[in-house]
């Protein structure tokens, strides 16, 4: 099992940016997918951006341009650069990672504890 660790939440100014980062640990798998995912109070937790294995990327319309997801396969680690944030970007950020086990052909889903993003305005 693949397990999701992030960091990088907090308080920021409206304008401002952060950068969070997710980490994934564990033995046996391979990870076709990592991304990001975010709940605001009373929301339905939606998509905010994804990257594969091979970079390619996908982001929710209103994300465009203002967010960047990376990934650094070697450490199975993924980051979200977060640039001129508002009021509704906060939300609880929840990392996730497809993956598949050795030896198996069936895809899982792995989700961190969330880190909560707060801007102020």
């Known amino acids: 099992q693949v397990q999701l660790v992030e960091s990088g939440g907090g308080l920021v100014q409206a304008g401002g940016s952060l950068r969070l980062s997710c980490a994934a640990s564990?033995?046996?798998?391979?990870?076709?997918?990592m991304g990001w995912y975010r709940q605001a109070p009373g929301k339905q937790r939606e998509l905010v951006a994804t990257?594969?294995?091979?970079?390619?990327?996908n982001y929710a319309d209103s994300m465009k341009g203002r967010f960047t997801i990376s990934r650094d396969n070697g450490k199975n680690t993924v980051f979200l650069q977060m640039n001129s944030l508002n009021s509704e970007d906060t939300a609880v950020y929840y990392c996730?990672?497809?993956?598949?086990?050795?030896?198996?052909?069936?895809?899982?889903?792995?989700w961190g504890q969330g880190t909560q993003v707060t801007v102020s305005s």
């Open positions: 990257i594969t294995s091979g970079d390619s990327t």
């Open positions: 564990g033995r046996g798998f391979s990870i076709n997918e």
């Open positions: 996730n990672a497809k993956y598949v086990p050795i030896l198996s052909r069936r895809e899982y889903d792995s």
